[in-house]
């Protein structure tokens, strides 16, 4: 199966460059391209590709926004003319940083990082450690935060909102299900369909009605339902 790529540069001419470097590889397809913002998260969520190569300083927008809306699960090599953006693109985990022009050797290196990065990944489950630390996108700034700042996840449509234990609330694009299996498990735990709690934040759980629990949590001014089925989970692993 052959690697799957799209280009982002609001410029046909890099976008054809790149094109013609890819070619020299026989196991990587160019599965779309993008000049602007609004066509590139169409064409990602559309093609899933495997690798994103996206230029950070796009005519419209600043390339970092269009992460907020890809969907889908993806690798991401920034492109660009410019240094300065490096530290923050690996912030967020991106696979490799290319200056332009870019060279056959350097982008050789960058495609090799992913399958090294591919097997590592097949190998060991991708989980976050308790005093990790996640950046969170708000309006135009960054958030850093610590994973053991998490008081609860709730469901909010397509969005998961966090509730953190300086009584402040973020709302961002990940599914509960990924948080699932993100989080460390002998932390978090799962109480409801759309709600994940932080064990150290327990203040006390009550008996509700039809043998489900009701959870009150430190630093956030409301409780938490816990369904029926989630009850039985949680009382059979818990209780002495």
């Known amino acids: 199966m052959k690697t799957r790529i799209c280009i982002v540069d609001d410029e046909q001419l890099a976008i054809d460059e790149l094109n013609i470097l890819l070619s020299d590889f026989k196991d990587i397809e160019v599965c779309g391209t993008a000049k602007s913002s609004k066509k590139a998260t169409e064409i990602i969520n559309e093609t899933k590709p495997d690798i994103v190569f996206l230029d950070i300083q796009l005519k ?3 390339a970092f926004s269009i992460l907020e809306f890809i ?3 993806t690798h991401i090599i920034f492109v660009t003319a410019y240094d300065e953006y490096a530290a923050r693109a690996f912030e967020i985990n991106a696979l490799d940083y290319l200056l332009k ?5 350097r982008l050789k290196e960058a495609i090799n990082r992913f399958y090294s990065n591919s097997v590592r990944l097949k190998t060991q489950e991708l989980t976050y450690k308790y005093s990790d630390r996640i950046i969170l996108t708000e309006k135009n700034e960054y958030k850093l935060i610590s994973i053991n700042e998490i008081v609860s996840i709730v469901s909010d449509g397509d969005y998961t909102c966090l509730y953190l234990k300086n009584n402040t609330k973020k709302l961002i694009l990940k599914s509960m299900s990924t948080w699932e299996k993100l989080l460390p498990n002998q932390y978090f735990e799962r109480i409801h ?3 994940i ?7 006390k759980i009550e008996k509700s009605f039809n043998n489900t629990c009701k959870v009150y949590l430190k630093s956030i001014n409301q409780s938490f339902q816990m369904s029926q089925r989630y009850t039985s989970k949680f009382l059979s692993k818990y209780k002495a």
């Open 60 to 62: 419209e927008i600043n």
């Open 197 to 203: 709690i932080n064990l150290e934040f327990i203040e």
């Open 193 to 195: 369909r759309s709600t």
């Open 101 to 105: 022009p870019v060279l056959q050797p």
């Open 71 to 73: 969907k889908v699960k």
